[in-house]
Each structure stands twice: as C-alpha cells, then as structure tokens.
C-alpha cells in the first residue's frame, strides 16, 4: 500500500511508500498520527497550513464483516482540537482495495476541484458542472460521467462555504450521499480547500493482499457468526436500527429534552424506532439496510414520505433526537425533511439539531415549530444568508450570538443524545475526549443503560472514570481497523470475539500481535491526540462541562454532573502517568 499526496496548491500528486513508523497503522490511529506529525497545531484550520487525511482502517476491503468505516482527519474548525471522523459508504474499501494507505490533501487549490482516483492514480479536475449543487444531484452528476459504480465523496453548500458544522458525504452502495464524516466541521476543511468531490473508481484494482487467506476467513467466519448470535447486534439493530433507543433512553430519563431541560419527551412514542419501523414497511421503505459493503449488523433504513417515494436513508437515533425530542418535534416526517436537508446540504445533524434547539431558546423560533424549522433550512442555512450562516457556525457561535447561557457543548462542540447528568459515564467522555464532546469516543452506554459488558449505575459516580476510560481506549482501537462502533456491544458480552478481530489482523498481516497490543495502540492514539491538543493550547480546564449541566438538576431523576476537576483529570492521568514511568524506566 502507498501514501498519496495531492499537493492542491501545485496539482501534483506524490505516491509514497509507508514508512515503517505508519505501517502497523489505519483508521483513527494513521490519521492522527500523520496529523501530529504534519499539521501546525496552531495553524487556522481553514489555512493552507492544514491538512486533510483519509484512512481506510487495517481491516477494510476484506471479507471481515462490518469493516468498511472510512476515518478523515484534520484539525478541526469547530473544536480546534484534532479531529477524527468516521464514515460509512463504499469510499473505506475502494480505496483500500486500491492500495491506498492514506489519502492527504495539502494546500489550497486556486479553482475548484474534483479528484479521480483510479488504478492510474489521482488526478485533478476541474468542478465547474458541481459546484453550488447539493450532495444528491453532485453525486448524480459525477457518477452520470464516471460510472455508475464509482464511489463518491462531496460536501454541499454548507462545506463550500466553509461553515463550522458542514459534514463530508459519503455516497452508500445506492450512491446516496448518506453515510457523513458528521462531527468536528471537516466539511468546512475539504471546502477551504477547494475540494468539491472526489471519485473512486476500483475497476481493476489490485485488492488487499491477505498473508494467510484460511486463517483470515476461518476468524472472520467465526466473527460474523458472534455479531449475529448477539442480541443487540444480530436482533435489535437490524430489526429497529438505532431509533430503538429513542424509548430506551426517554424511559430511562436520560433522553434530552428542550435543549437539555428535561430527560423525558412526551411525544418520544411518535417518533421511536417501533414507530419508524411500521411507518417504513406501510409505505414500501427498507427497514433495514447496510451503511457499507459487508455490514452483517444493517442497523440503517430507507424511509419514504407518505406518496411511498423516498425521501431519505440513513436516519439514525442521533438525528431522530436532535432535532425531535431535543426541539420537541414529534413528526417523524418533519424530521426525516430535516435528515434530508442536512445530507444534501453537508451538514453534522447533531451540531444543527443541537443548534436548533439553543436558537429555539434565545427566541429565534418557537420549540416544537417544525414548520419554521424547515424554512430555516431551506431558506437560511441553504442559501447563506446572515442568519443561515450563524447557525451553520454551530451551538456555540448561535448561542453567543443570541445571548444563550445554556449551551450544551464541550471544546465548542454540541453534546449528543444522552444527556449527561441521567448517563454519567457518557457524560465523562463528552467533558474529556480528544475531540469536544462525543458520545461514539467511549459509549458509555453500553454499561450505563444497555447492560452490555456489565452494569454501571447511570445515575452514580462510582464506576464511571474507568469505564469512559476503559471505553476511549478500545474504541480508539476499533476507529483504527475500520470496523463498525457497534461490533463493540458483542466484542463487550463475548469473550471470545476481540481475540478473532486480532486473528484477522494477524491473519491479514503477517503478524503476532497479542489483546495487549491491541489495547496499547488505543492508548497510543489517545496519546497522540492529547500531545497534538496540548501544543494547540488546551488544558485540563477544557476538559469540562458547561455551567449548566453542573447546576441544574435533570428532571425525572433531578441529578446533576457533579465530578470533580480530579476526577475527571484522571481518565488520562492515569494513562500518561504510566507513559511517563516506562520512558523512565527505558532511560535507566
């Protein structure tokens, strides 16, 4: 496999060989490194100096199932933290498939471009037939001229205009620009960059070389059966996809309500994942349906609006709560026009739904008027006008802006669908991940609400610093091999899968690689990270949640987020203070 750069300043492209530093490397772990590496950790984001990195992860382009996660890497404009975001589609195996390790944009291109990436290697085109046009018709326009299996990644309107919350696309196996590198504003990067799309054709590429084929699909074999077996991965995702915890989080009290005021949502029933699933199959939609090649969980749908057309896929738990319970809008079909709004416009729906809310409570618009909320975007966000591009800045910007004291976001990045004062353990990794807060960087969940790989008591502090802990660290791992988050709810409940994935790895590569090792390259990436995140300025005082969420009680259960600074200091303390000791130790 090879490195490509495309110099966009000079349009030239240069293909490397891996060196040695990255070659046990993918995903998460090679777009953060080469970012640490590369990337100014005090440059403008939007400036030349910033780069943009795509890594298929160790697994991807092979038979392993649920591997096709695409990781993108830069510095964020949002958060100005380092950043890594996560992307299902058909781009992670195409690319892997076409020996390339990573993809790393440099510079600012003069015009707007569109990149072809072939067996022939990249080339540069000129973007003029898309530029403007939304996700939808940008992906109908270039797969009418490159073919109509050609993968696709863009960014809409909101990305060349290099809002804070716009989202890279990714075209899934119907070439619907569905699947999003959502969170961190890389949208706005790739847009600084005057990078419109890019286009992977595979045709006659060489593949992924397997160093021992019966060994990697006996381990895969048996790796798949273990997600199928399993009852949230080969049961509840597929059959209710993630809009299943819409009731599992609102009865638990957990489920953020009117801009994080409350933990219960009265119409949380008209718009739960049993609500979704006999909407979808009455109008002729696919109630389940695989974000990427390969993908045995299909936790993704396609719905169709009430005319049996379709109108959206996609439509995941996260969206369905941002802009639904968290701005009290309980019309499923409003809510799925919000979904397709922000996929063809290149936008995160967290950071927008989050945004709506805080812009409902300084007055902009009512809670619960999805009729405005809709002419927000359709005229505002769409056509950048003042106010469009105030929200399109994210939670943060539109809550100064209009005078908001409650709002919900870490390193100026919006809080997702747990609120953290009923969910603890999600609450720890929102206030101290690398990348502002984040529920997919320790998904704390899984303990705290699901019971899966045992039990944490939501609503108390003891148990929670280790778990968020223990949780950054795999899932580090996991963003590193391409895999699916998840494949984690098995990996925690079945002893015997994590050490299938490492026979895969083995099997792939060549290698012996041990639990252990697994678990130490998480800790080695968060590491990373941290170092990048530390020279740009942040500090442990950053590692903490908004005023709000301390003091105010979260109805039912009227309980607050009330960690100590120590505390939370020591989800990583305890990580780097072991780094500290072995480096000593090795000096001796």
């Known amino acids: 496999m090879k490195l490509f750069r495309v110099d ?51 697994l991807s382009g092979t038979s392993a199932p649920s591997s096709g996660r695409l990781s993108v890497g830069g510095k964020s404009p949002l958060t100005g933290t380092i950043k890594e975001s996560n992307a299902g589609g058909v781009a992670s195996q195409k690319l892997a498939r076409l020996g390339i ?99 992977i054709d595979d045709q006659g590429a060489p593949g992924v070389e397997v160093k021992d084929k019966e060994a990697f699909k006996e381990a895969a074999q048996a790796f798949s059966k273990m997600l199928l077996a399993h009852p949230v991965c080969g049961q509840g995702l597929p059959t209710y996809g993630t809009a299943v915890l819409i009731n599992v989080l609102n009865e638990a009290g957990g489920l953020p309500t009117e801009n994080f005021k409350t933990g219960r ?126 929200l399109g800045q994210g939670a943060e910007f539109t809550g100064t802006a209009y005078g908001v004291t409650r709002i919900p976001t870490v390193k100026r990045q919006a809080m997702p669908a747990y ?45 929670q610093i280790d778990l968020s802990r223990n949780l950054q660290i795999a899932t580090a791992a996991v963003d590193s091999t391409g895999l699916c988050l998840f494949v984690a709810f098995a990996v925690l409940d079945v002893p015997e899968a994590l050490p299938k994935v490492v026979d895969m ?25 941290r170092e990048f995140n530390k020279k740009a300025g942040f500090t442990n005082a950053h590692d903490r949640m908004p005023e709000f969420i301390v003091e105010e009680g979260c109805p039912p259960h009227n309980t607050t987020f009330d960690f100590t600074g120590e505390q939370l200091d020591s989800v990583f303390s305890v990580i780097e203070d072991v780094a500290m000791d072995q480096a000593a130790a090795s000096k001796e």
Request: glycine share 14%; hydrophobic share 40%.
């Open 8 to 58: 966009l300043t000079n349009k030239k492209v240069k293909i490397q060989e891996v060196p040695q530093a990255y070659a046990a490397l993918g995903g998460r772990a090679l777009t953060s490194k080469i970012i640490l590496d590369e990337v100014d950790p005090n440059c403008n984001p939007l400036g030349k100096k910033n780069k943009l990195v795509f890594a298929p992860g160790l």
């Open 101 to 199: 390790k990573a993809l790393i944009l440099e510079g600012i291109a003069d015009e707007w471009q569109v990149l072809k990436i072939s067996k022939d290697g990249v080339e540069l085109l000129d973007a003029l037939d898309v530029v403007g046009k939304g996700n939808y018709e940008t992906g109908d326009v270039l797969r009418g001229k490159f073919g109509e299996k050609a993968g696709v990644i863009s960014i809409g309107p909101a990305g060349e205009h290099k809002m804070s919350s716009a989202s890279i696309a990714v075209a899934d196996m119907e070439g619907r620009p569905v699947r999003h590198a959502g969170r961190g504003g890389l949208g706005a990067v790739l847009g600084s960059k005057k990078v419109k799309a890019m286009v």
């Open 265 to 390: 949502f009265d119409g949380a029933d008209k718009i739960s994942g049993e609500t979704m699933y006999d909407t979808i199959n009455a109008r002729g939609g696919k109630p389940t349906h695989a974000c990427h090649p390969g993908c045995v969980m299909r936790c993704s749908q396609v719905y169709h609006d009430e005319k049996g057309e379709y109108l959206t896929a996609g439509f995941e738990y996260e969206t369905i709560w941002a802009f639904g319970a968290n701005c009290k809008i309980d019309n499923l079909d409003a809510l799925a026009k919000l979904d397709r709004y922000c996929d063809d416009l290149g936008l995160d729906t967290i950071e927008m739904g989050v945004t709506l809310g805080v812009a409902m409570e300084g007055g902009v618009l009512p809670f619960g008027d999805y009729e405005g909320a809709l002419k927000l975007f359709s005229e505002d966000v769409a056509n950048a006008t003042p106010l469009g591009r105030i």
């Open 419 to 463: 609120d953290p004062r009923a969910v603890k353990g999600v609450g720890v990794t929102y206030a101290t991940t690398t990348m502002g807060a984040d529920h997919t960087a320790g998904y704390s969940v899984t303990a705290n609400i699901l019971k899966v790989g045992g039990f944490v008591d939501p609503l108390k502090n003891d148990g």
């Open 505 to 529: 790895l083995n099997a792939q590569y060549g290698l012996t690689l041990t639990l252990d090792d697994v678990t130490e390259l998480g800790k080695t990436v968060l590491k990373w990270e």
